[in-house]
C-alpha cells in the first residue's frame, strides 16, 4: 500500500510545475524510485509495474503514447538482470551504474523523439541524468542507514 | 528466506522476465507506432487520462488552495486600488460596448445586403489551466474541461487580450492545449493597419512569436497589431494575436527578420475562453457564399 502511494508521488513530482529556472533540472522521479526498488527490494516491482507507471507518464506529460514505458522497461529490466552481479559493488560504482541507466533512459526518450520528428536539445537532457543519480544516492545511503538501525534494534 | 529457494524464484523469475520483457516492450513499440501515425488511439488515451485524472488534480490542489488563501487574506488596500482600477475598466469597456452594438446592428445589415449568412456571436466557456508541468520543451498545458463539456480538437482558446492556443488532444474530463508560441504551431493572420496577411510561427518562447514570411519591403512597423485573420478555419477572425516588437530588413536575404510580441499573457493565465465557432464563421465559407459579378 505504502509503494503504492509512493508510486502515485513520483508520479505528481514529475509534473508539478517548477520554476522555469529549475525545471531543466527536475530528475526523473519515476525512474530513479524503480531503479532504488530495484536494488533495494529486488523482485517487488516488476516489468509490469514499470509499463503501467511509463504509460501513465506518457499520458500525464502528453508524450507519444509508449515512449516512456519503452525507456521505464529498458532500465528495470537491465538492472533487475544484472542486479546480482552489480549487489556487491561498492556504493560509489553503482553510482556510475546508476548514471549510465539513467543516461540510458534519457537517450531512449530522445531517440524516439527524433525518429517522430520532435525537436529538442540534446544538451539539456542531460541534467535530469546528474540530478537523478544524485537523488539515487541520497536515497540509497539513507535507506542502508535506517536498514542498519533496525537491524541493531533486532 | 532460505538460500536454495530463493536460487531457483531468482532463476524462474530470470527467465520469465526476459519473456515478459519482450512481449512488454514489444507491446509499447506497437502503441508508439500506432499513435503517432493515425488517431487509432484515441480511446485508449481516453481512460488513460481518466485514470491519470486523479494525479493532476492532486498536482494542482496545493496552488487551488493558495490561490484561495491569498484571496482571503489579501490587503484592503490592495482591494481598494484593484476595485478603483477595475471600475475605471469596466468604464471603459462599456464604452466600448456601445459602440459594438451599433456595429454589430450595422455588421448584420451589410451581410444581409450581401447574402452572406455570418454569425457574429460565437458560445464560449471558462476553462482553468491545471497546474501541470508537460513536456517541459513544449508549449501545452492541461486544461479541467474535457469532452464531457463538448470541447473538441482544433478548438481555439482565448483570454482577456487575444488568441492563446488550441485544443490539441481530448480527454472525457481533461484537454490538453497547445499554445501559439509553440514551435510547432502557427497562425494566419493579418496586419491590422493594412490587411498583410502572413503566418506567425511559435518560437518556444513564451514572449516571442515569429513572422518569418515577409518580405523585405513588406509593409510592417513595429507596433503593428497583428489580428488572426480565419484563414485555415482553425481560429475565429479578428481577435488579436500579437504586436510587432522589432522588423529587421536583411539585405541580401529575401526575408526580413520580424518578431511579434503575443497580446495574450501566456505564462500568467489561469483561466482561459475555449471558443465555439459556427462553421459559417470561417472567411472560407462567407466568401463562397458571396457571388461574384
Known amino acids: ?154 | 528466506m532460505d538460500g536454495p529457494g530463493r536460487t531457483t524464484t531468482i532463476l524462474r523469475g530470470g527467465v520469465g522476465n526476459g519473456l515478459r520483457f519482450l512481449v512488454l516492450a514489444s507491446i509499447s513499440v506497437t502503441l508508439m507506432l500506432l499513435d503517432h501515425h493515425q488517431q487509432h488511439l484515441s480511446r485508449v488515451r481516453e481512460a488513460l487520462s481518466v485514470a491519470v485524472y486523479p494525479v493532476k488534480v492532486a498536482v494542482d490542489f496545493p496552488f487551488n488552495v493558495w490561490n484561495v488563501v491569498s484571496d482571503a487574506i489579501t490587503e484592503r488596500r490592495t482591494l481598494v486600488e484593484e476595485n478603483i482600477r477595475l471600475k475605471r475598466e469596466q468604464l471603459e469597456t462599456s464604452f466600448r460596448l456601445q459602440r459594438l452594438a451599433s456595429l454589430e446592428a450595422e455588421n448584420a445589415r451589410l451581410r444581409e445586403l450581401l447574402d452572406s449568412s455570418s454569425k457574429l456571436e460565437s458560445r464560449a466557456l471558462v476553462a482553468e489551466i491545471l497546474a501541470v508541468d508537460l513536456d517541459p520543451y513544449k508549449q501545452r498545458f492541461s486544461l479541467n474541461r474535457g469532452l464531457l463539456d463538448g470541447v473538441y480538437v482544433g478548438q481555439a482558446l482565448l483570454d482577456a487580450n487575444g488568441l492563446v492556443g488550441q485544443i490539441v488532444r481530448v480527454g472525457p474530463l481533461t484537454a490538453e492545449a497547445l499554445l501559439i508560441s509553440d514551435p510547432d504551431h502557427a497562425v494566419p493572420v493579418t496586419v491590422n493597419r493594412n490587411g498583410l496577411r502572413t503566418i506567425a510561427v511559435g518560437t518556444g518562447d513564451s514572449r516571442r512569436l515569429r513572422l518569418p514570411y515577409l518580405t523585405n519591403n513588406a509593409d510592417i512597423e513595429v507596433g503593428d497589431l497583428l489580428v488572426s485573420s480565419g484563414l485555415g478555419g482553425v481560429f475565429p477572425a479578428g481577435y488579436p494575436v500579437g504586436r510587432v516588437v522589432e522588423v529587421k530588413q536583411q539585405p541580401g536575404q529575401s526575408f526580413a527578420e520580424v518578431t511579434a510580441e503575443p497580446m495574450s499573457k501566456l505564462d500568467r493565465d489561469r483561466e482561459v475562453l475555449l471558443v465555439w465557432t459556427s462553421a459559417e464563421d470561417s472567411p472560407g465559407a462567407a466568401a463562397a457564399n458571396v457571388e461574384v459579378p
Not at chain 1, 506518457?58 to 521505464?72: E, F, I, R, V, Y
Not at chain 1, 556510475?96 to 523523439?113: G, K, N, R, S
Open chain 1, 1 to 154: 500500500m505504502s509503494a503504492l502511494i509512493g508510486l502515485i508521488l513520483t508520479l505528481a513530482l514529475s509534473v508539478v510545475p517548477l520554476p522555469e529556472s529549475v525545471a531543466p533540472f527536475r530528475p526523473d522521479w519515476v525512474a530513479v524510485a524503480l531503479l532504488y526498488w530495484c536494488f533495494a527490494a529486488p523482485r517487488r516491482f516488476s516489468l509490469v509495474t514499470a509499463f503501467v507507471l511509463g504509460l501513465a507518464l506518457d499520458s500525464l506529460s502528453g508524450a507519444l503514447l509508449g515512449q516512456h514505458a519503452a525507456a521505464l522497461l529498458v532500465i528495470v529490466y537491465l538492472a533487475e538482470r544484472f542486479y546480482l552481479r552489480v549487489r556487491m559493488f561498492p556504493i560509489s560504482q553503482l553510482i556510475v551504474v546508476i548514471m549510465l541507466l539513467l543516461a540510458l533512459y534519457e537517450f531512449i526518450l530522445f531517440w524516439i523523439d527524433g525518429v517522430a520528428g520532435r525537436t529538442v536539445p540534446l544538451i539539456e537532457r542531460w541534467a535530469p541524468v546528474l540530478t537523478g543519480t544524485l537523488v539515487w544516492a541520497l536515497l540509497t545511503l539513507l535507506g542502508e542507514r535506517r536498514r542498519r538501525e533496525a537491524r541493531a534494534l533486532v
